[in-house]
């Protein structure tokens, strides 16, 4: 032996508080043979004389003492490193890195996250709002361990998705408009007036491009912003029309004049997803927070399945 090792410190310990070696070689289901050589190297590794023999055992030379003040403090942050390490392996401490939509964020992850991290405040949450085809890619790559997002592309073979939440379209006007008057809208009503849209790349325009291509129509848009606040308030001044998630348009409605009409296409029902490479490999705290966000739908499908 040519360094200090625990298993030689704790028979060192064992020694000082027991008094005899063959006390301490029982204590630990060791022949006193075993211990002794033990000792011996450990005296050799630190060049001093640990403990000297009495008529009535061993006791530690004052090398011996100070070692023991030693060893008891080095032992016990040995077995804090366990204990810490035990707590990130169980999830209870450890960073989660989430990448999600807008639409997502918004509408769906403030809650759950909350009652998430009031049940493990050692775990830190690392959210990172990203288009749903960048959500894909961080998790592909590896840079996000769960990604939320609209699946409009087709997904990678090495990640694993399950359903998530679904939201509604609506359309938006500035009171007065002419679509104001109505309840529900369809797509040549929106296509025939000045829209105004998110930046480019999100769903929302992906969707409304997708299916004015298949109706060979054209989408006027006539400013892009970058956030559902700021797209209520260009309407609500009488820029254009816009959509945006329905529950969205129903929390600015609050505060900015607005009239809400219902989409009335196929493609205005959304369904998101969850998606990371693969739950058993994820870090502990990652497969926690997975487990947390998808127990309400899945509690819910159970229900729906009972008689």
Same mark, same amino acid.
């Given at each position: 032996?040519?360094?200090?090792?625990?298993?030689?410190?704790?028979?060192?310990?064992?020694?000082?508080?027991?008094?005899?070696?063959?006390?301490?070689?029982?204590?630990?289901?060791?022949?006193?043979?075993?211990?002794?050589?033990?000792?011996?190297?450990?005296?050799?590794?630190?060049?001093?004389?640990?403990?000297?023999?009495?008529?009535?055992?061993?006791?530690?030379?004052?090398?011996?003492?100070? *070692?023991?003040?030693?060893? !008891? =403090?080095? $032992?016990? %942050?040995?077995?804090? &490193?366990? #204990? +810490?390490? /035990?707590?990130?392996? @169980?999830?209870?401490?450890?960073?989660?890195?989430?990448?999600?939509?807008?639409?997502?964020?918004?509408?769906? *992850?403030?809650?759950?996250? !909350? =009652?998430? $991290?009031? %049940?493990?405040?050692? &775990?830190? #949450? +690392?959210? /990172?709002?990203?288009? @749903?085809?960048?959500?894909?890619?961080?998790?592909?790559?590896?840079?996000?361990?769960?990604?939320?997002?609209?699946?409009?592309?087709?997904?990678?073979?090495? $990640?694993?998705?399950?359903?998530?939440?679904?939201?509604?379209?609506?359309?938006?006007?500035?009171?007065?408009?002419?679509?104001?008057?109505?309840?529900?809208?369809?797509?040549?009503?929106?296509?025939?007036?000045?829209?105004?849209?998110?930046?480019?790349?999100?769903?929302?325009?992906?969707?409304?491009?997708?299916?004015?291509?298949?109706?060979?129509?054209?989408?006027?848009?006539?400013?892009?912003?970058?956030?559902?606040?700021?797209?209520?308030?260009?309407?609500?001044?009488?820029?254009?029309?816009?959509?945006?998630?329905?529950?969205?348009?129903?929390?600015?409605?609050?505060?900015?004049?607005?009239?809400?009409?219902?989409?009335?296409?196929?493609?205005?029902?959304?369904?998101?997803?969850?998606?990371?490479?693969?739950?058993?490999?994820?870090?502990?705290?990652?497969?926690?927070?997975?487990?947390?966000?998808?127990?309400?739908?899945?509690?819910?499908?159970?229900?729906?399945?009972?008689?």
């Amino acid at each position: 032996m040519n360094q200090i090792d625990p298993v030689s410190l704790r028979l060192f310990i064992r020694v000082v508080e027991t008094g005899t070696i063959a006390a301490a070689a029982e204590a630990e289901h060791l022949s006193a043979a075993a211990v002794s050589k033990r000792l011996s190297e450990l005296e050799t590794v630190l060049s001093s004389q640990l403990l000297q023999r009495t008529n009535k055992g061993v006791e530690p030379t004052g090398a011996g003492l100070a *070692l023991t003040k030693l060893a !008891r =403090s080095a $032992l016990a %942050e040995l077995d804090q &490193v366990r #204990v +810490q390490m /035990e707590s990130f392996s @169980s999830g209870v401490r450890g960073l989660v890195r989430v990448c999600a939509s807008m639409s997502a964020i918004t509408q769906f *992850l403030s809650e759950p996250l !909350r =009652s998430f $991290l009031d %049940e493990h405040p050692n &775990v830190q #949450v +690392q959210l /990172e709002e990203r288009l @749903s085809p960048m959500v894909v890619k961080a998790v592909a790559e590896n840079a996000a361990d769960v990604g939320i997002f609209l699946p409009l592309v087709a997904m990678p073979p090495n $990640l694993e998705q399950h359903g998530y939440h679904s939201d509604r379209l609506a359309l938006i006007t500035p009171k007065g408009h002419p679509l104001s008057l109505r309840k529900a809208v369809t797509l040549p009503d929106l296509l025939a007036h000045d829209l105004i849209g998110l930046h480019t790349g999100s769903a929302i325009n992906i969707l409304l491009n997708r299916a004015a291509q298949e109706a060979r129509r054209e989408v006027n848009i006539k400013i892009q912003v970058t956030s559902f606040d700021a797209l209520c308030t260009m309407v609500s001044t009488g820029l254009g029309i816009a959509l945006l998630p329905e529950s969205m348009a129903r929390r600015n409605a609050r505060t900015v004049p607005l009239h809400i009409c219902r989409l009335d296409e196929p493609w205005a029902r959304r369904q998101f997803a969850l998606c990371v490479r693969s739950r058993t490999t994820l870090p502990a705290a990652a497969q926690l927070l997975m487990d947390h966000l998808l127990a309400p739908l899945q509690a819910g499908s159970e229900k729906e399945r009972q008689p």
